[in-house]
């Protein structure tokens, strides 16, 4: 169930990140951070998948790890982006709170892969 949510929610997350981006680059001219934003912000979802195709449990693990991750910094840009007046407050509110779900999610994954694979 946790891993269609996140798969879902992490390939939403990614479609919000490219509109914002997006915006970034055409109305604001940031290029060098949205390219930061949207590597780490679609990487979410593609470790997601690459996650669900992995070779072992450990590899399914890892790559989870990773997603984890890279919502951690997405996290970061999105907090770079809104404190320097980049990006309006309420849509970053917004955006942290799905980051924050998606690390959540991720890190139950994780963990709770971990535990079947001592057990």
Same mark, same amino acid.
């Given at each position: 169930? &946790? #891993?269609?949510?996140? !798969?879902?929610?992490? %390939?939403?997350? +990614?479609?919000?990140? $490219?509109?914002?981006? &997006? #915006?970034?680059?055409? !109305?604001?001219?940031? %290029?060098?951070? +949205?390219?930061?934003? $949207?590597?780490?912000?679609?990487?979410?979802?593609?470790?997601?998948?690459?996650?669900?195709?992995?070779?072992?449990?450990?590899?399914?693990?890892?790559?989870?790890?990773?997603?984890?991750?890279?919502?951690?910094?997405?996290?970061?840009?999105?907090?770079?982006?809104?404190?320097?007046?980049?990006?309006?407050?309420?849509?970053?509110?917004?955006?942290?709170?799905?980051?924050?779900?998606?690390?959540?999610?991720?890190?139950?994954?994780?963990?709770?892969?971990?535990?079947?694979?001592?057990?």
């Amino acid at each position: 169930m &946790k #891993q269609n949510q996140v !798969k879902d929610k992490s %390939y939403q997350f +990614a479609l919000r990140t $490219i509109t914002l981006c &997006k #915006q970034l680059r055409e !109305k604001k001219n940031e %290029y060098h951070i +949205a390219g930061q934003l $949207i590597r780490s912000g679609t990487s979410i979802g593609a470790n997601v998948e690459e996650a669900n195709a992995g070779q072992s449990k450990k590899d399914f693990i890892a790559k989870m790890s990773i997603a984890s991750k890279e919502a951690r910094e997405t996290h970061y840009w999105i907090r770079l982006l809104t404190d320097s007046d980049y990006i309006d407050k309420d849509i970053a509110k917004s955006l942290l709170n799905d980051c924050d779900e998606l690390v959540r999610l991720l890190t139950a994954i994780v963990k709770t892969s971990q535990l079947n694979i001592q057990h």
